[in-house]
């Protein structure tokens, strides 16, 4: 198992001792005087202060009495603005009578037109200004006079209600949007105490980070529309977790009140989210209390009609089912590392056979050979991305397939213009965000243009789960690599890929990233797992289990997680699914329920424990939010199953598979080499043809996105993007219907004229109003048609 | 007894002051074909040594200013003439650019030589469009004659008629195409102003100067006015006296030098407060008649110069009732991006209505005085403070007459009698 260190960077930081009430303290050179308190254990009240945002000084409650070299301001200062400086005398409230007035002065004029609804506010309960008014407000009132009242609330977007009335103007939400998340949609307007929190005139706050503002707002000004009213935070039960929904791994809080899971918080996670988290993360999470949640067991009867079963039944038709059979593994990315090793398992010791694959998309040879190569047990981090020279995304889109590294990669760029270069066939917003250099090529070019980059040892690749699509790609990105130094970094867009990966849920590998073709790795993991011997060949891949089960070469399946409605051979896998014997481990019903012959319902994300593996490798653990008695993991069940067949796996327990991943250890053997793919280049194409290009959205129609009607409306509009070239000789405008068909079928969407390569269309995969996948079952770099609809 | 001393208005009465050519019949663009002949750095160290000082209403010394800017920095400089005159009382630089936009436009010249900027802007206040198109004929005629475009631009921007946008950092801003609000200093404009580059804001009058002070040597300049307090400056006599106006004096003449001069408080009245530097300096009643009207004088007396705007009240005005009128002012000019001054004079113009109204105790002064001393020195930018200073200049001069408000059940005063149509119907 892999665990991130991190780099311990041995520059000598200047520190600077100031004396803060007395006490000194040696705070880094730029430090603000507000920080180099609190390291002492002194709380200077503050509201518009906030540690990631640039100072502003606007809401002067933090004021305190500074001298230097024994001259003293003539004012107190705001705190929060100013940095130490050598020989800094500073008195807080504590030791300043002065201090202590100008806090209570202000304190007192915030409240004086902040509305007394706590009783009703949704902040209510854990407000700073609340809990400052306390700590540094008067008892009473002096204010008799008339407040100014507000409509309330505004909705600045479909999630985000504004309380004008309660906003103290700290301009927190404003700087997030524009410095943290390069989205100035939101700005304050208008004068004096009618200064307010805007959107622009039609244009509503739509960012994907638009929750970070309600949670860093102060005071109850800005609700989110979901949670507004449902609770007040002392009746809440806190649970640290995990985020379920990609894989930058944000560290989160899960909200329970009776059972139900209320609200998600980002957690503070300097090394990996800071204090932030995207609105899927935050506010995607009914599925899990979805009315068609799967229940109970279905065994489907001789009738063929799958009816309710016992478990007991349940798990004795799925071991029937699977006892001598040539059965194999699909499970998908959505897996906690702990399920993902119940699989691994599972498949080598129930079913004797490699035939395992976490990778429901489209998957290749060379896409497995560079994960077991180049991406199993690699380091890289966000912290490279702090240090890089030069960062280049690869079949990667950040702010729509892992919105963390979006934020962590714009930080730099913002902090000191960090060089990116984006290898794409359309410039899409995010890229455009972080001011990348756009290299632009046809769909299934992209191997050229990496080839001829050129870059240092400080450089990083970071490399998407869509550079499969495009033969030859992760071989040029290995090379490129090899060549220069530059760091790999794979960010797949799920939770448990990476997990999946090291816990060997792959045909190639074994936990640990151990090849199955190496016999001591075999020794190794058949040792720990007390078995005689493991099957020898390697296993299948995605695709060629699909193939094996509709040729007749594999006779049953186990499916775990997977949509097939997410691969772009739909058609076959769906096939492949009907002709074989199904045992389907999911949440909710699926297209996989319909076609299979036992269903096992499992726990969702908040109902167990377990842990992710982030694109880092870092562990992300977290515990069950609620407690339920659906808390079934799947490798429990998987367990049960295999102990029905009479091969035991012995992972009763979360805990218990925790524990054997730990005793792993490290893989010190050769790791598999890596044999390079030639790139074909772009296709050929004529006339209306058009080379497809395509990505998902953040937020679009995922099953974990279901019943989050809230979230949905800040989604982006799905659109068919060409180029104007292409449109001039359509003759099509921005918004006219666009059809982009090929023989299998076709899709209906509003064109939007934009940057992309002349020879490119662009649609968004599983998005509203369109299914590419399915409507078309083709992917990157196929030849469509492209009309004027 | 100080004489007027006209350097800035010494053509005003010309009927046709404002063009080039009376500008020019003058020896006007004689001073910046010399300091153009001269290094920069001589120039700077000229005005230094003139002892000019800003007359936006800090005092501080011009070509000090003009010296922090960096040099050899390859940077883009920009020199900046805050325009924006918007103080209650302040009407220096209206008439001043509509009589004679040219000494302005010389003065940009020069500055931009000095610190070596090919580009300024004049930031006008909206309201005056007079004075806006004033300027641009200017602007063109110079550009016409020679004067700007060889090196030298100038660009004149029309603010939309915000207060805020005369405090020199929150003009940056809406220079720059923002909203007003005052930015957080450090970095300086000197270091990072204007577009992020090295920017000297300067006030009109300041600007206006330096020709003058370049003809005539920094030694004819350091002969008037006082020791530290060097130079002519318009004087801006406003409100209830016979004759109002700009009068053009060394810094140090009294007001009552002014009055004498001027012709007086109107007849038949007497002086009863007035204002040395526009609403936001703290008043002053008749026992400062012979404080020295200069930087140091005015501030040992307990106020500031600030933009030496002379407001009159004879004993007819209720300064009450001049005070909430102020406060009305700051309340609606409040930028809103502090709590004190946002918040404070939102609650100050409430408890000075209910004085007024003769609603209240005694003991509201003195939450008035302790709300001023949680919004004096506790805000954002300088007008925070500008707001409270005829609150507590008027409580500690006419404690009594807040008083009467109150026992008088209103106002005392007959608001008529201090106006200027007082009578007309009698």
Known sequence: MTTTQENPTAQAVELITVVIDGFEVSVPKGTLVIRAAEKLGIQIPRFCDHPLLDPVGACRQCLVDIEINGRAFPKPQASCTIPVEPNMIVKTQLTSAVAEKAQRGVMELLLVNHPLDCPVCDKGGECPLQNQAMSTGNGETRFEGVKRTFEKPVAISSQVLLDRERCVLCARCTRFSEQIANDPFITLNERGALQQVGIYENQPFESYFSGNTVQICPVGALTGATYRFRARPFDLVSTPSACEHCASGCDMRTDVRRGKTLRRLAGDDAAVNEEW????????????????????PLVRGADG?????????????AAAGLKGKRAAVLVGGRATTEDAYGYSKFARIALGTNDIDFRARVTTDEERDFLAAKVVGSTTTYRDIDVADHVVLVGFEPEEESPIVFLRINKQVRKRALKVSAVATKLSIGVDKLKAEFIKVAPGAESAAVAALSLTAKSIILVGERASESTGLLSVVAQLSDKSGAKIAWIPRRAGERGALEAGALGALLPGGRPVADAAARVDISTLWGVPSLPVNPGRTTSEIVEALNSGSLDAVVVGGVDPLDMANSVEVLAALKKSFVISLEIAPSAVTELADVVLPVAAITEKSGSFLNWEGRPRAFDSAVSDSLNRSDLRILSAVADQMGESIMLGTVTQAAREIASLGKWDGARANFASVTAPGAQKISGNEALLNSWRRLLDLGTMQKGEANLAGTARKSVAVISPKRAESLGVKDGDILRVSNGHGAISLPALVEDIHDDAVWVPRNSFGTQTLISLNAAHGDVVTVVKA | MTKLAPVLSAHWDEKDSFTIAAYTRHGGYKASAKALAMEPDAVIQLVKDSGLRGRGGAGFPTGMKWGFIPQGDEKDHYLVVNADESEPGTCKDTPLLMANPHVLIEGCIIACHAIRAKQAFIYIRGEVTHVVRRVNQAIEDAYKAGHLGKGIDIVLHVGAG?????????????????????????????????????????????????????????????GMGTEKSKGTTLYSLSGHVTNPGQFEAPLGITLREILELSGGVRAGHKLKFWTPGGSSTPLFTDAHLDTPLDYEGVSAAGSMLGTKALQIFDETTCVVRAVLRWTEFYKHESCGKCTPCREGTWWLVQILRDLE?????????????????????????????????????SIQYFRDEYIAHLTNGGCPFDPVKSTLFSGANA
């Open chain 1, 305 to 317: 009609v799958l009816a309710p079963a016992s478990w007991p039944e349940a798990l004795a038709a």
């Open chain 2, 162 to 222: 915000a207060y805020i946008c005369g405090e020199e950092t929150a003009l940056l801003d809406s220079l720059e195409g923002f909203r007003g609000q005052p930015r957080l200093r450090p970095p300086f404009p000197a270091i990072a102003g204007l577009y992020a580059r090295p920017t000297v804001v300067n006030n009109v009058e300041s600007i206006a100067s330096v020709p003058a002070i370049i003809a005539n040597g920094a030694e004819w300049y350091q």
């Open chain 1, 277 to 296: 988290n995207c609105d899927k993360g935050r506010w995607a999470f009914k599925y899990v209390t979805a009315v068609d949640r799967l229940t109970t």
């Open chain 2, 357 to 393: 109204n003769g609603v209240g105790t005694e003991d509201d002064l003195a939450k008035l005085l302790d709300l001023c001393d949680n919004i004096m020195g506790r805000s954002f930018c300088a007008l925070g403070d500008g707001a409270t200073s005829p609150i507590t200049s």
